[in-house]
């Protein structure tokens, strides 16, 4: 834990859980941080939430991408893929051939966004393309495969257009019966490209007990009421130590990215990330899940993060 996250004190006694959320709370109150919903998994314990509006099926932004990422390892364990192949190996080539250098990227560089590819689509002009994997895959390469952290959405959408090449289904269709559905995620919408292409990176929309599941999926290593939804193997791989790459960012909190996870300031901890302040925060050592859904533009999201680490882990 950083000294700036290190709450000013421990308490004496156990908190009722009743009372657990409340410092929380007041505080994403005071300091106006967005938040929509806190919802706490413990093992052993009730689930709590507080909320402050009702709970609707929201964008999620990135934690999109942990979803893809879950989807990745099922693809792997049901041998469809495996993260040392070639992109060129599974997507085939655009008309033109591909750029320059996309022989070299393999879908480990997708998943941890180092494949060295400029169109990371956040420009409109992107988003909009009509061929969007023909763009990505014709564009050539600005740097080497594995040399550099560019955060991107163009990386995640070509990995759930492996998935999908692959498994000859969308994206989310795929997941439909082997995630979604054992997860009581009833028919979610996920947007897509002007090809119908699922864009994997963002743009899946869930309520908070929908992301509060996928964390809860997380921190029992991929495990859901008796059924191994992902390999247990898998979800240890996501937030590997070898698995971290650095991003270059100076902010505590945004320092590595694994497999579709952030590796947080508490030791420990790692969590899928949203715009806008949408967590699912695993934390191994209490054994425990705190996802919050927001919406927040008047800071960094990473004060709804430090508001956790002071208001909410003393008391866990």
Same mark, same amino acid.
């Given at each position: 834990?950083?000294?700036?996250?290190?709450?000013?004190?421990?308490?004496?006694?156990?908190?009722?859980?009743?009372?657990?959320?409340?410092?929380?709370?007041?505080?994403?109150?005071?300091?106006?941080?967005?938040?929509?919903?806190?919802?706490?998994?413990?093992?052993?314990?009730?689930?709590?939430?507080?909320?402050?509006?009702?709970?609707?099926?929201?964008?999620?932004?990135?934690?999109?991408?942990?979803?893809?990422?879950?989807?990745?390892?099922?693809?792997?364990?049901?041998?469809?893929?495996?993260?040392?192949?070639?992109?060129?190996?599974?997507?085939?080539?655009?008309?033109?051939?591909?750029?320059?250098?996309?022989?070299?990227?393999?879908?480990?560089?997708?998943?941890?966004?180092?494949?060295?590819?400029?169109?990371?689509?956040?420009?409109?002009?992107?988003?909009?393309?009509?061929?969007?994997?023909?763009?990505?895959?014709?564009?050539?390469?600005?740097?080497?495969?594995?040399?550099?952290?560019?955060?991107?959405?163009?990386?995640?959408?070509?990995?759930?257009?492996?998935?999908?090449?692959?498994?000859?289904?969308?994206?989310?269709?795929?997941?439909?019966?082997?995630?979604?559905?054992?997860?009581?995620?009833?028919?979610?919408?996920?947007?897509?490209?002007?090809?119908?292409?699922?864009?994997?990176?963002?743009?899946?929309?869930?309520?908070?007990? %929908?992301?509060?599941?996928?964390?809860?999926?997380?921190?029992?290593?991929?495990?859901?009421?008796?059924?191994?939804?992902?390999?247990?193997?898998?979800?240890?791989?996501?937030?590997? %130590?070898?698995?971290?790459?650095?991003?270059?960012?100076?902010?505590?909190?945004?320092?590595?990215?694994?497999?579709?996870?952030?590796?947080?300031?508490?030791?420990?901890?790692?969590?899928?990330?949203?715009?806008?302040?949408?967590?699912?925060?695993?934390?191994?050592?209490?054994?425990?899940?705190?996802?919050?859904?927001?919406?927040?533009?008047?800071?960094?999201?990473?004060?709804?993060?430090?508001?956790?680490?002071?208001?909410?882990?003393?008391?866990?």
């Amino acid at each position: 834990m950083t000294p700036a996250s290190a709450p000013s004190a421990v308490p004496s006694a156990p908190v009722p859980d009743p009372l657990i959320l409340l410092p929380l709370r007041q505080r994403i109150l005071e300091k106006r941080l967005g938040v929509r919903a806190v919802h706490l998994h413990r093992e052993g314990h009730d689930d709590l939430e507080v909320r402050f509006v009702e709970d609707t099926s929201e964008n999620v932004w990135s934690v999109s991408k942990t979803v893809t990422a879950l989807a990745a390892g099922i693809a792997q364990k049901e041998g469809l893929l495996d993260l040392e192949d070639r992109l060129i190996d599974h997507l085939p080539a655009p008309a033109g051939g591909y750029g320059r250098g996309m022989e070299l990227v393999r879908l480990r560089h997708l998943i941890t966004m180092t494949s060295g590819n400029p169109v990371t689509v956040f420009l409109d002009s992107e988003r909009e393309d009509p061929h969007l994997t023909d763009l990505l895959l014709r564009t050539p390469l600005v740097r080497a495969p594995g040399e550099r952290f560019e955060y991107s959405n163009g990386s995640i959408f070509l990995l759930g257009r492996t998935i999908a090449e692959r498994s000859r289904s969308s994206l989310r269709d795929y997941l439909l019966p082997r995630l979604f559905e054992p997860l009581g995620i009833v028919n979610p919408q996920w947007h897509s490209d002007r090809e119908g292409r699922t864009w994997g990176a963002t743009g899946l929309h869930l309520r908070t007990r %929908e992301v509060a599941r996928i964390g809860r999926l997380l921190l029992q290593r991929g495990a859901w009421e008796g059924e191994q939804l992902v390999p247990a193997e898998w979800i240890d791989a996501m937030h590997a %130590e070898s698995s971290w790459v650095p991003t270059g960012e100076m902010e505590p909190e945004n320092t590595r990215y694994g497999y579709g996870v952030w590796k947080c300031s508490v030791p420990g901890a790692w969590r899928a990330d949203g715009a806008f302040g949408q967590f699912s925060i695993v934390l191994p050592d209490q054994r425990a899940v705190v996802t919050l859904t927001s919406h927040h533009e008047a800071g960094p999201t990473q004060e709804i993060l430090r508001a956790v680490w002071q208001e909410l882990l003393p008391l866990l």
